[in-house]
Structure formats: C-alpha cells, structure tokens
C-alpha cells in the first residue's frame, strides 16, 4: 500500500515509490491492481476486507487450476485434497500476507484455460498482464513461446508476441514517459541481489557464494541448458529438426504432432519448474509459483499403484520444507532433493508419450477435443 500511494498521489517517477520494505520493484500493473485495492480498503487501512478478496482470488484460482486438471485427466481426485487443505503456506500468502504472487498466478492460470481453448490472442494478453504483476511468469515464458511456434510458426507467432509487448508499453506508458530508464530499471531488474536471511532453497550455502555473480551465472546456464535439454529431446516430439518449428504449420513435412491439452500443460508447467529449480533464491511468498503444479508434475507420467505413495510423500516432503522457518541447512537440501527427483522423473518418464505424428491442427486444434487427451 505505501509503494502505490505515491502513485495515488500523483508520482509517476518510478524511482520514487517506496514503502518501508524498499523501493518499487514491480511492473505497472502490479500499480493498478494494488491502487484499486488500495482504495477499495479505504487506503489499505480495512485489512478484514482485504483478506475476504484475496479469499475469493483463492477459490477463483483454484477453479482455474480444477480446469486445467479436469482437462488433462492426469491426477487421482485424492490429490486434490493436498492441494486444497493441507497447505498452510499457500493460505498465508493469498490470505494473510496478501502478495502480489497470487494475482499474478491466477492471472496466469486464466491465460492457460484460455491457450486450452485455442484463444491463444487472448491467452497471450492474459499472459503478459500477469507478467506486468510480477515477472516470476517469465518462466512459463520459454514454453509459451515454443507452443505459439508449433502453433503458428515464426511469422505466425509475431502477431502474438506483440499483443504480449504492446500491452507492456501501454501498462508502462504513463511512467515511460516521464523516466523511462527508472521504470525499466526498477520494474524489470533481473540482477537484483536477494537476502540470504530469507532464502528456502540456498540455505546450506555460504552467505559469500549465495552472493557471488559467479554462481548466480552458474545458475543462468544450468537453466538454459536444462531448457535446451527439454525443448529438443522432450518438447520436440517430431524426429524431424527443431528448426522446422519456424516454418508454417501447413508446409511441415511430416505434418507436426497437434498440441493436445496434455502437451500444452506440460511444455508450460516443465518451463516453469526448471526455472524454479535453478533460481537464485526463493522466497516463502514464491511457493505459490509451483506449488499448484506440482501435482501434473507428479502424475504426468505413467503411474503404477505402488508408485502413488511415494509421489504423496514428495509432496509433503516439499510442503514441510516450506514450512520450516527460518530455513535450515536440512530444509534446503531436501528440497533441492525433491526438485530433483521430479526432474529425473520428468525427464526419464515423457519421452514414450510425447511421440506422436498425428495429422496437423485444423482451425481449432485437438486440445479442445477430449478424445486427443
């Protein structure tokens, strides 16, 4: 509420909105959201009625996350129950800490029912608007951009890129044009250094390499070569060179495999996940980046009966991690064996079902055919 009511005040200088905890640090439409907020709680001083919307933005979050789930038809019902009660770190970042990473999540989770419905302009809207709320979301940007070129092809896919572009300059105009180098500088910095007090994955490090540019690079290539690893050999279904994927869907020889519902929550959860994976720091608030993931993440793969347990347990393993605070050297570690486990399963458990050479997508493609799931 402080870093937005500067802006209700008429500041339009990036750099000079602040509150207590630091300076801005988001993107514009965090600014909107929060100064709508803000006066909706009649200046952020109505708390109980704050926390009654973020309430309601959590049921709405998880009906979008349901869709999604019910379209893929991948997770046992049980597990929805984890994924509803037995969180008490999700329900205090959407209900008692009040971030902006929900909102950008629920955003975002509208963004893939929509991509589901073959409304990929739209999608690609809802998309960049949560990107503008915080950009965590730039991780599920990769797979989005390998969807729109199967989808569409390079040229096909420019359209969409500039609706996710324009909608950036337009949330950004009223700042850009007074300082444009501050509201870049400020809502989009990516080598901002983070607290070692408040990491949850990088706590069995020292504090001087938890800081060092060296292993923060370290990471950047262990996520870029991980991204490589996944868009070649398991995103890439086609034996064909992934080079094709820029030519137009109708001149493919052979024709390339349709984006099932599966295959478009998969590219797009994946993308994310490595990403979580290889981040400098995570914070408590962050769990909301994955945690609603997770269970496609789990039971994506073929699942034999004996194997269910152990994927509950990772579960819990990763929601106790979370809940350990402050963060403790075995915390850490054991998440980081969990992100592991997950990926090696990912990686050994996608590769039989992801090939396919199924006839192109017509108008609307088969991921809004439930017989193609």
């Known amino acids: ?14 750099t000079q909105l602040k509150g207590d905890t630091g300076p801005l640090v988001y993107p514009a439409g ?6 709508g907020l803000y006066h909706v709680t009649a200046r952020g001083s109505d708390i109980r009625l704050a926390q009654y919307l973020f309430a309601g933005l959590y049921l709405l979050n998880l009906l979008l996350v349901f869709r999604i789930y019910c379209r893929t038809n991948k997770v046992p019902p049980y597990v929805f129950f984890f994924m509803c009660c037995a969180s008490y770190r999700i329900h205090s970042i959407f209900v ?13 989770f509208l963004a893939i029912n929509l991509f589901l419905e073959d409304h990929w302009s739209w999608g690609c809207l809802l998309f960049s608007l949560a990107v503008s709320v915080k950009m965590n979301i730039l991780l599920f940007a990769p797979g989005l951009l390998f969807l729109l070129l199967q989808r569409f092809g390079l040229l096909g896919c420019i359209p969409k890129l500039c609706i996710c572009a324009l909608l950036q300059v337009i949330l950004g105009l009223p700042f850009l044009l007074v300082n444009p180098v501050g509201y870049l500088m400020r ?3 990516l080598g901002r250094q983070f607290q070692f007090k408040w990491t949850v994955n990088w706590r069995f490090l020292p504090e ?9 690079a370290a990471l950047l290539l262990a996520h870029l070569a991980g991204l490589g690893l996944f868009a070649l050999h398991r995103w890439h279904s086609s034996r064909e ?4 994927l820029l030519k137009d869907p109708a001149k493919r020889k052979p024709a390339s495999p349709c984006l099932t519902v599966n295959r478009i929550v998969f590219i797009l959860f994946s993308s994310n996940f490595l990403g979580v994976c290889c981040s400098r720091s995570l914070h408590y608030q962050f769990y909301v980046w994955y945690f609603h993931t997770l269970p496609y993440l789990l039971w994506c793969t073929p699942t034999t009966k004996l194997a269910h347990m152990p994927k509950v347990l990772l579960l819990g393993v990763i929601e106790l991690c979370w809940n350990t605070y402050p963060s403790t050297v075995c915390s850490s570690i054991s998440l980081h064996i969990c992100h592991g486990l997950i990926l090696l399963q990912l990686w050994y458990g996608t590769a039989p079902t992801l090939v396919s050479h199924t006839p192109p997508p017509s108008r609307k493609p088969t991921a809004t055919s439930k017989k193609a799931q």
């Open 1 to 14: 509420m402080q870093e937005v009511e500067g802006f209700a005040n008429g500041t339009l200088d990036y």
């Open 187 to 189: 809502s989009f910095d």
């Open 241 to 244: 060179n992934i080079l094709t």
């Open 96 to 108: 008692l800490r009040l971030f902006n990473d929900p909102v950008a999540m629920a955003i975002l």
């Open 30 to 35: 965090f600014v909107y959201i929060f100064l």
């Open 208 to 216: 001087e390499v938890f800081q060092n540019r060296v292993f923060h």
